[in-house]
Protein backbone atom coordinates (compact mmCIF):
# COMPACT_ATOMS: atom_id res chain seq x y z
CA UNK A 1 0.00 0.00 0.00
CA UNK A 2 1.57 3.33 -1.15
CA UNK A 3 1.70 6.14 1.87
CA UNK A 4 2.39 9.77 1.36
CA UNK A 5 6.13 11.45 2.02
CA UNK A 6 5.37 14.63 2.68
CA UNK A 7 8.10 16.59 1.57
CA UNK A 8 8.15 19.65 3.79
CA UNK A 9 9.35 23.73 2.72
CA UNK A 10 13.22 24.16 3.65
CA UNK A 11 14.02 26.11 6.48
CA UNK A 12 16.83 27.54 8.49
CA UNK A 13 17.09 27.50 12.26
CA UNK A 14 19.41 27.63 15.53
CA UNK A 15 20.96 24.47 16.54
CA UNK A 16 17.88 24.21 19.44
CA UNK A 17 15.21 25.07 17.03
CA UNK A 18 16.30 22.52 14.38
CA UNK A 19 16.53 20.13 17.01
CA UNK A 20 13.14 20.76 18.49
CA UNK A 21 11.36 20.84 15.11
CA UNK A 22 12.61 17.23 13.91
CA UNK A 23 11.65 15.60 17.59
CA UNK A 24 8.02 17.43 16.99
CA UNK A 25 7.95 16.21 13.32
CA UNK A 26 8.19 12.59 15.34
CA UNK A 27 6.01 13.15 18.15
CA UNK A 28 3.24 15.34 17.41
CA UNK A 29 3.05 15.71 13.59
CA UNK A 30 -0.89 15.71 12.41
CA UNK A 31 -1.11 13.45 10.12
CA UNK A 32 -1.21 9.82 10.90
CA UNK A 33 0.63 7.11 8.71
CA UNK A 34 2.32 9.51 7.05
CA UNK A 35 6.00 9.86 6.39
CA UNK A 36 7.80 13.19 5.97
CA UNK A 37 11.26 14.45 4.94
CA UNK A 38 12.52 17.65 5.29
CA UNK A 39 16.00 19.56 4.41
CA UNK A 40 17.37 22.26 6.38
CA UNK A 41 19.66 24.88 6.95
CA UNK A 42 21.78 26.68 9.34
CA UNK A 43 21.81 30.39 11.43
CA UNK A 44 25.23 29.94 12.41
CA UNK A 45 28.06 27.68 12.66
CA UNK A 46 26.82 24.94 14.46
CA UNK A 47 27.72 21.33 15.67
CA UNK A 48 25.30 18.77 17.30
CA UNK A 49 26.41 15.73 19.20
CA UNK A 50 24.56 12.55 20.32
CA UNK A 51 22.23 11.90 22.81
CA UNK A 52 24.32 9.55 24.91
CA UNK A 53 27.85 11.57 24.41
CA UNK A 54 29.23 13.58 27.75
CA UNK A 55 29.28 17.48 26.68
CA UNK A 56 33.05 17.55 28.48
CA UNK A 57 34.24 15.44 25.63
CA UNK A 58 32.27 16.83 22.93
CA UNK A 59 33.34 20.49 23.70
CA UNK A 60 37.01 18.52 23.17
CA UNK A 61 36.07 17.69 19.86
CA UNK A 62 35.67 20.87 18.49
CA UNK A 63 37.54 23.52 16.68
CA UNK A 64 39.76 26.27 18.60
CA UNK A 65 38.12 29.16 19.97
CA UNK A 66 39.32 31.43 17.73
CA UNK A 67 37.51 29.61 15.26
CA UNK A 68 34.35 29.80 16.97
CA UNK A 69 31.51 30.56 19.02
CA UNK A 70 29.60 27.62 17.44
CA UNK A 71 26.05 26.91 18.39
CA UNK A 72 25.86 23.43 20.07
CA UNK A 73 22.74 20.98 20.91
CA UNK A 74 22.41 17.48 22.01
CA UNK A 75 20.07 15.39 19.81
CA UNK A 76 17.79 13.29 20.40
CA UNK A 77 18.70 10.50 18.47
CA UNK A 78 22.53 8.97 18.85
CA UNK A 79 26.02 9.05 17.17
CA UNK A 80 28.96 11.28 17.09
CA UNK A 81 29.63 14.83 17.28
CA UNK A 82 28.41 16.23 13.82
CA UNK A 83 29.81 19.37 12.32
CA UNK A 84 26.88 21.31 10.41
CA UNK A 85 28.93 24.60 8.87
CA UNK A 86 29.70 22.75 5.58
CA UNK A 87 27.24 19.76 5.27
CA UNK A 88 23.73 18.97 3.51
CA UNK A 89 21.31 18.36 6.62
CA UNK A 90 17.72 16.15 6.59
CA UNK A 91 15.20 14.32 8.65
CA UNK A 92 13.74 11.50 7.86
CA UNK A 93 10.28 10.21 9.82
CA UNK A 94 8.91 7.29 9.65
CA UNK A 95 5.33 5.97 10.83
CA UNK A 96 5.51 3.26 13.35
CA UNK A 97 3.02 0.97 10.98
CA UNK A 98 5.41 1.18 7.91
CA UNK A 99 7.90 -1.77 7.61
CA UNK A 100 10.99 0.01 7.60
CA UNK A 101 10.28 0.93 11.67
CA UNK A 102 10.08 -3.23 12.05
CA UNK A 103 13.58 -4.25 10.65
CA UNK A 104 16.50 -3.94 13.05
CA UNK A 105 18.57 0.17 13.29
CA UNK A 106 21.70 -1.81 11.02
CA UNK A 107 18.81 -2.57 8.10
CA UNK A 108 16.77 1.17 8.22
CA UNK A 109 20.64 2.65 8.09
CA UNK A 110 21.43 0.54 4.87
CA UNK A 111 17.95 1.62 3.38
CA UNK A 112 18.24 5.20 3.56
CA UNK A 113 22.11 5.16 2.80
CA UNK A 114 21.25 3.32 -0.42
CA UNK A 115 19.30 5.58 -1.67
CA UNK A 116 21.75 8.40 -1.22
CA UNK A 117 24.47 6.44 -3.05
CA UNK A 118 22.25 6.08 -5.78
CA UNK A 119 21.16 9.61 -6.15
CA UNK A 120 24.74 10.31 -6.13
CA UNK A 121 25.86 8.21 -8.30
CA UNK A 122 23.08 9.21 -10.95
CA UNK A 123 24.61 12.76 -10.51
CA UNK A 124 28.20 11.22 -11.36
CA UNK A 125 29.55 10.89 -8.15
CA UNK A 126 31.97 8.06 -7.37
CA UNK A 127 30.44 6.57 -4.31
CA UNK A 128 29.67 3.19 -2.92
CA UNK A 129 28.33 2.02 0.54
CA UNK A 130 30.38 0.40 3.31
CA UNK A 131 29.54 -3.12 3.65
CA UNK A 132 32.45 -4.32 5.61
CA UNK A 133 31.38 -3.89 10.04
CA UNK A 134 34.09 -1.90 11.98
CA UNK A 135 37.42 -4.35 12.63
CA UNK A 136 37.29 -6.12 16.18
CA UNK A 137 38.37 -4.29 18.65
CA UNK A 138 37.26 -1.11 17.18
CA UNK A 139 34.08 1.63 18.94
CA UNK A 140 31.81 3.36 17.52
CA UNK A 141 33.30 6.83 16.34
CA UNK A 142 32.16 9.31 18.42
CA UNK A 143 33.35 12.04 15.91
CA UNK A 144 30.33 11.15 12.62
CA UNK A 145 32.69 12.02 10.01
CA UNK A 146 36.18 10.75 11.69
CA UNK A 147 35.90 7.42 10.14
CA UNK A 148 33.29 5.47 7.84
CA UNK A 149 31.07 2.47 9.99
CA UNK A 150 28.84 -0.39 7.58
CA UNK A 151 26.26 1.29 5.51
CA UNK A 152 28.14 5.00 5.59
CA UNK A 153 28.55 6.13 1.65
CA UNK A 154 32.13 6.60 0.87
CA UNK A 155 33.71 8.37 -1.98
CA UNK A 156 35.23 5.23 -4.05
CA UNK A 157 38.64 6.70 -4.93
CA UNK A 158 39.45 8.31 -1.44
CA UNK A 159 37.32 5.85 1.02
CA UNK A 160 36.02 9.25 2.69
CA UNK A 161 32.84 9.33 4.32
CA UNK A 162 30.67 10.85 3.12
CA UNK A 163 26.87 10.91 4.35
CA UNK A 164 26.14 9.64 8.29
CA UNK A 165 22.93 9.32 10.56
CA UNK A 166 21.63 8.61 13.72
CA UNK A 167 18.02 7.04 14.63
CA UNK A 168 15.67 7.23 17.46
CA UNK A 169 12.51 5.10 17.62
CA UNK A 170 9.68 5.95 19.60
CA UNK A 171 5.80 4.88 19.76
CA UNK A 172 4.88 6.76 17.05
CA UNK A 173 7.94 5.66 14.73
CA UNK A 174 11.57 6.34 13.79
CA UNK A 175 13.06 9.68 13.57
CA UNK A 176 16.39 9.51 11.13
CA UNK A 177 18.77 12.13 11.11
CA UNK A 178 21.28 12.44 8.29
CA UNK A 179 24.45 14.84 7.24
CA UNK A 180 26.22 14.43 4.05
CA UNK A 181 29.57 16.61 3.65
CA UNK A 182 29.66 18.33 0.95
CA UNK A 183 33.68 18.63 1.03
CA UNK A 184 33.71 14.87 0.04
CA UNK A 185 32.01 15.45 -3.23
CA UNK A 186 32.53 17.41 -6.09
CA UNK A 187 32.27 21.24 -5.76
CA UNK A 188 29.89 21.55 -8.71
CA UNK A 189 27.23 18.92 -7.26
CA UNK A 190 23.95 20.37 -8.42
CA UNK A 191 22.14 20.09 -4.60
CA UNK A 192 18.78 20.68 -5.57
CA UNK A 193 19.22 17.93 -8.18
CA UNK A 194 20.42 15.96 -5.49
CA UNK A 195 17.73 16.20 -3.40
CA UNK A 196 15.05 15.19 -6.29
CA UNK A 197 17.19 12.44 -6.78
CA UNK A 198 16.85 11.31 -3.30
CA UNK A 199 13.68 11.93 -2.32
CA UNK A 200 12.20 10.36 -5.55
CA UNK A 201 14.66 7.39 -4.76
CA UNK A 202 13.23 6.93 -1.44
CA UNK A 203 9.65 7.20 -2.09
CA UNK A 204 10.40 4.17 -4.62
CA UNK A 205 12.07 2.47 -1.97
CA UNK A 206 9.79 3.24 1.31
CA UNK A 207 6.59 2.22 -1.69
CA UNK A 208 5.46 6.07 -0.71
CA UNK A 209 4.36 9.44 -3.14
CA UNK A 210 6.52 12.55 -2.61
CA UNK A 211 4.10 15.30 -2.52
CA UNK A 212 4.88 19.00 -1.09
CA UNK A 213 3.25 19.66 1.94
CA UNK A 214 3.01 23.04 3.82
CA UNK A 215 4.73 23.23 7.41
CA UNK A 216 2.44 21.85 10.17
CA UNK A 217 0.98 24.02 12.42
CA UNK A 218 2.29 23.13 15.90
CA UNK A 219 1.03 24.67 18.86
CA UNK A 220 3.51 27.76 19.22
CA UNK A 221 4.44 26.49 22.83
CA UNK A 222 4.99 23.38 22.25
CA UNK A 223 7.94 24.58 19.90
CA UNK A 224 9.13 27.32 21.83
CA UNK A 225 8.91 25.30 24.93
CA UNK A 226 11.18 22.65 23.53
CA UNK A 227 13.29 24.54 21.94
CA UNK A 228 14.01 26.40 24.99
CA UNK A 229 14.85 22.85 26.42
CA UNK A 230 17.15 22.03 23.90
CA UNK A 231 19.27 25.45 24.45
CA UNK A 232 19.64 24.60 28.60
CA UNK A 233 22.21 23.65 30.57
CA UNK A 234 20.24 20.96 31.90
CA UNK A 235 19.77 19.12 28.31
CA UNK A 236 23.20 19.63 26.82
CA UNK A 237 25.12 18.61 29.84
CA UNK A 238 23.24 16.13 31.69
CA UNK A 239 24.90 13.01 30.77
Known sequence: MTIP????????GGAAENMAADFLL?????????????????RSAAFTFGYSQKLEYVRSQLPPEEEGPFDLCRRAT???VVDHREDWTYALVVP?????CEVPAPESYRVVH??????L??????????????????GLPTVCFERPERYDVIHLDTGAKIAGAAQKRAKEGMLFQGSIARATV???????????????????????EAVETPWPDFAEHEVDGLTEQYSSTEWNAFR
Open 5 to 12: LDILPMRT
Open 26 to 42: LKRYPERGHARFRHYGW
Open 78 to 80: GGG
Open 96 to 100: REHAL
Open 114 to 119: ECIADA
Open 121 to 138: AAMGENVVLKKEAAAEGE
Open 186 to 208: SAGLDWDAFEMEFIGRLAKTMCA
